[in-house]
């Protein structure tokens, strides 16, 4: 049977990272504006951003596929790109160029909520499997 | 060997590293081992020195406050105490804000950037960026400016506000200042140019063709006077035909070259430039000079006027003379004299002034040096005069009358720096007054009135906006006070003082407020609104 948690916290996930993503934008534009920013480090910290936001539609795409299907290739493609997410949110919580209070805080709460769906997708995969 | 090297150069690149403990940092300690007064971070200070301390001058020294977490240095007097002792902390400042910085990889974030020091590798290209005359690039041809706004479509006639650039034939015409020279803007500028005689014909600057190549519009730069300029710095003006110099190198000395241009522009009263001609001072190098100064001027003149230089624009300046002048004859009062000029005194000397004093106080013996009397100076002058016994009445009255007013005493008087004198109305006629000093009647009137002193008062008032007051005369009054000369027996003199003076008297009305009217609400009903009824 799907998992009903992993599926919420799919949708939840999707919901707080589109305010993520937004918010990681703004504050990018603000700091650009208040710091002195220059492009060449303005640049990799808008590209991995955009890349972030790529992965994670087709992380949680596949994820919701997978568990929904109750098949485990999808769920287990999706672990990957999960491992690269959390690369990700690393980079922006401790290698960006300025990284802020609020950064720090929406950082730490998408890797909680990148852990939590990590060791989930491995229940669903162990029960899918068996 | 090549590692010192390499240090050596390292360590020389960069200037000495910055402080960054705030622990170590204090701005006030500017007297190196003295204790600087009220400076409580300063380590050559003891603890006897801070006792008379009354206050710190730099109470907490931080870091950039924008971090989140950050350590602050306080400093603080305890006057409680018994002497009064400094006390030191050292605190972990947090900032609340949620947008503080948490931490940057951004190494110069932060802090101010070193500028590059000097060494053998980078020095050329430091030159060449900062080793002129000045840091911003000169344009590579004046008279022209690619830059700027594209010249638009010009017709013959093109008019002119104050301020615009002044338009040639493909671009706009330029001195060597930051700004364009604006039209109605008198200009002065001087610059420094580095010569050589071998190269003075080559360099276009110095030419006299390069600044009268352009032409303005329709209008042709005509040269109107050539001064040379000998190597000793005498100057002659050159007669005969302006003929153009270009520069040539004769006996080691380069001659014809540009010293100064002066280029005088003609305007009509509806804008349009119609005539333009330069003025040139040529001078001559020789090998030791390396650089020349050159010095550019430009000033424009109205179309059938004289040059009056202006006292104000439009209130009079303090310190400028005031403009004044005659009506001229012949002339009827005052409807027909929309035409007539008034005739101004375009010397300055003979404009209102006043009796100078000399050192030699006899009033006789003075030249009649007379200075100009300068808007919102109150001056007062006089000289003695020694009356003898043989002495007539009349030629002495004349003559102390000729002394007090001076040759040519103005009749009218501008009322405003920049009046124009076409505008009758905006000139004050200057009212004479004649007192007597005896205050009584003296049967004896027939004896001589000599004057002795001539007072001039003028009135001037405020006048235009609160913040920006413009002076404007009002009233101009000429007081002569005479006194009675009697007659002195043979052999004896007497010594009389003789004043002048001019006295300015503020008589501006206090200020109005000027409210902006009410807002009103312009609500109307619609044509038919009680239709059925109306």
Not at chain 2, 130 to 159: H, K, L
Not at chain 2, 349 to 354: D, G, P, R, V
Request: aromatic share 10%; net charge negative.
């Amino acid at each position: 049977l799907s998992s009903v948690p992993l599926q919420i916290l799919f949708y939840v996930n999707g919901i707080y990272y589109i305010f993520y993503f937004l918010v990681t934008l703004a504050m990018i534009v603000y700091k650009s504006q208040v710091f002195s920013y220059p492009d060449d480090f303005l640049a990799p910290d808008l590209a991995w951003l955009f890349i972030m936001a790529i992965l994670e539609v087709l992380r949680l795409y596949l994820g919701s596929k997978g568990n929904l299907t109750e098949e485990e290739a999808p769920l287990g493609l999706s672990l990957v790109i999960t491992v690269g997410s959390v690369i990700l949110s690393v980079y922006f919580l401790v290698w960006q160029t300025y990284v802020l209070k609020a950064d720090v805080i929406i950082n730490a709460v998408l890797l909680f909520t990148y852990g939590l769906e990590s060791v989930l997708k491995v229940i669903a995969i162990a029960a899918f499997v068996s | 060997p090549p590692e010192i090297r390499a240090a050596a150069r390292a360590r020389t690149h960069s200037g000495p590293a910055p402080v960054t403990d705030v622990a170590k940092l204090c701005v006030c300690d500017l007297l190196v081992a003295q204790c600087d007064v009220n400076c409580c971070c300063d380590p050559d200070c003891s603890a006897a020195d801070f006792s008379l301390f009354t206050t710190c001058s730099v109470p907490i020294v931080t870091g950039d406050s924008r971090l989140c977490s950050q350590k602050a240095a306080i400093y603080s007097l305890d006057v409680e105490a018994n002497p009064p002792e400094r006390k030191f902390k050292l605190i972990d400042q947090v900032n609340p804000s949620v947008f503080c910085i948490h931490a940057t990889n951004y190494k110069q974030a932060l802090y101010f950037s070193s500028p590059e020091m000097p060494i053998s590798e980078n020095f050329d290209q430091l030159l060449k960026q900062f080793g002129s005359a000045s840091f911003s690039a000169e344009p590579d041809s004046w008279n022209m400016n690619t830059d700027a706004q594209n010249p638009s479509d010009v017709n013959e006639t093109y008019r002119y506000e104050y301020g615009v650039p002044i338009q040639t034939v493909d671009a706009f015409l330029r001195l060597p200042s930051p700004f364009f020279p604006g039209f109605l803007v008198n200009q002065a500028t001087k610059c420094t140019r580095s010569v050589s005689v071998e190269k003075c014909a080559n360099i276009q600057a110095v030419s006299m063709l390069f600044y009268i190549n352009s032409s303005i519009l329709a209008v042709n730069i005509t040269v109107q006077s050539i001064v040379v300029q000998s190597l000793n710095g005498m100057r002659t003006l050159l007669n005969g035909s302006n003929v153009l110099r270009l520069p040539l190198i004769v006996d080691e000395l380069c001659i014809n070259t540009v010293l100064g241009v002066s280029y005088h522009i003609t305007y009509t009263d509806a804008g349009e430039i119609i005539e333009a001609a330069a003025s040139f001072v040529l001078g001559a190098i020789n090998k030791e000079v390396l650089s020349i100064q050159q010095s550019f001027e430009i000033s424009f003149t109205q179309v059938n006027t004289k040059p009056v230089p202006l006292s104000g624009n439009p209130g009079y300046v303090v310190g400028l003379p005031i403009r004044a002048g005659f009506r001229p004859q012949g002339y009827p009062f005052p409807v027909e004299i929309l035409f007539a000029a008034l005739v101004l005194n375009t010397n300055k000397y003979s404009q209102l002034t006043i009796l100078q004093s000399t050192s030699n106080q006899d009033c006789l013996a003075a030249q009649g040096t007379r200075t100009p009397i300068l808007f919102g100076y109150n001056m007062i002058s006089g000289c003695k005069l020694r009356i003898t016994a043989g002495m007539k009445c009349q030629p002495l009255t004349q003559t102390l009358l000729d002394l007090l007013k001076g040759q040519s005493f103005p009749e009218y008087v501008a009322s405003f720096g920049n009046s124009q004198a076409q505008n009758v109305l905006d000139w004050v006629p200057i009212t004479h007054l004649h007192t007597s000093e005896q205050r009584i009647y003296n049967a004896f009137q027939s004896s001589c009135q000599i004057p002795v002193s001539l007072e001039i008062e003028v009135k001037w008032t405020k006048y235009g906006s609160l913040l920006n007051p413009q002076a404007r005369i009002v009233n101009v009054t000429a007081r002569i006070t005479t006194t009675t000369a009697k007659r002195l027996p043979s052999g004896r003199e007497r010594t009389i003082p003789i004043t002048s003076s001019v006295v300015f008297t503020d008589i501006s009305s206090p200020a109005e407020p000027g409210y902006k009217a009410w807002p009103t609400i312009n609500a109307k009903l619609p044509f038919d609104f009680f239709f059925p009824f109306v």
